[in-house]
């Protein structure tokens, strides 16, 4: 038996009431209150908040039985048993609809009450522990599936890498390969080979390989486990490879780019690696399209009367680090609009929608204050705050 249990009797007859009241006290039950109407239990349920609600389903007033034990199940998750004198199917089809624990016909004896209170109280127990366990499993399986969607998302980020670092490979492959065939067809032609010999043949060889060798590094760095896990980002390693596998696209080898970004102090900012170079990546490739935009018939040939630059500058202190990527020579925003608030052609596949999608859904994910600055003509700054976690101010090279 529930020794002690609280039951809260709605009874509008006040003799059948006090009989109910006796017997419960004589079953070891505590009556805390007593209501006649519907509007009354339901207020004294908020203010006693008892294990139990003995409820006669015709009470007088503009709240019936029903609509009560409907209130106080939604509101407080109270049981409640009806007690009823009528057993008519229309009286039983509306109180069904409320989902009560269990029925009492009057008149009723102690063992009739006693068994339908123990059996309400023990159904309640187990449906509340289910619920909690239910709640347990939908949160678990929610926070799996946010994982393992996290995961895939991560994995594709990290194949995407792959297949462009190893589509820039193959193009630095195919070049040196080309420069060295041209030195075997040419080996017995004295004057061809003093021209390969010359300077420039001999530098592209030598930056040839020496990419190769930064994209293996790369691809080496992709593959470690935190390379897509939010940690402690250094933001002079992220922007020197984004600027690295930005120069190394050959649609951007006509754009120069000088890398001031102070590797001492070293700033560390929490973020995914992976996600920190696609931000970078999408600021250049924005810029390279309002470049593109401005000079339209530009190439590697082109004459102009000033060439465009990236300057890519920054610092900080122990609370804030800004990362600086100025074009010179023309307003990009006066070309083209926000990328953050440019309405993108979501069915477009062009460079330029690509970009500002990227950079919003980016700068919408990660801690980053981003803010575009135009200089009167001078050019355009791009202003990346993040919040600082760490400063390392002496770095040592081995």
Known sequence: MTKGISILVVEDETIVALEIESRLTKLGYRVVSTATSGEEAVEKAEHYKPGLVLMDINLEGDMDGTEAAEAIRDKYNIPVIYLTAYSDDETLKRAKITEPFAYILKPFGERDLYTAIETALYRHKVETELELHRNHLEKLVESRNSELKLLLRQQTEVSDRYNACSVLLRNHISSTENLIRGIRENRDDCGALKEIASGKVIDNVGRGIGNISEIFSLLQKISRPGYIRETEVDLYE?????????????????????????????????????????????????????????????????????????????????????????????????????????????????????????????????????????????????????????????????
Not at 253 to 261: M, S, T
Not at 322 to 340: A, H, M, Q, Y
Not at 376 to 389: E, H, K, M, R
Request: overall charge negative; aromatic content about 10%; hydrophobic content about 35%.
């Open 238 to 398: 992220q922007v020197r490879n984004s600027v690295l596998l930005f120069t190394m696209e050959g649609r951007n080898a006509w754009i120069r780019v000088e890398n001031d970004f102070p590797d001492s102090p070293r700033f560390f900012v929490k973020g995914v690696r992976l996600d920190m170079q696609s931000l970078f990546l999408s600021v250049l490739n924005f810029i390279r399209e309002g470049i593109l935009k401005h000079y339209e018939d530009i190439t590697e040939e082109s004459e102009v009367e000033a060439e465009p630059y990236i300057l890519i500058t920054g610092g900080g202190s122990d609370e804030t680090v800004n990362v600086r990527i100025f074009c010179s020579g023309i307003n990009i925003s006066s070309e083209k609009t926000d990328p953050l608030t440019e309405p993108v052609n979501e069915v477009s596949h062009s460079v330029s929608d690509i970009s500002c999608y990227s950079l919003r859904e980016l700068v919408g994910k990660m801690n980053v204050n981003f803010r575009i600055d135009d200089s009167d003509g001078a050019g355009t700054a791009f202003n990346l705050n993040f919040s600082c976690l760490g400063v390392l101010k002496e770095v040592v090279y081995e």
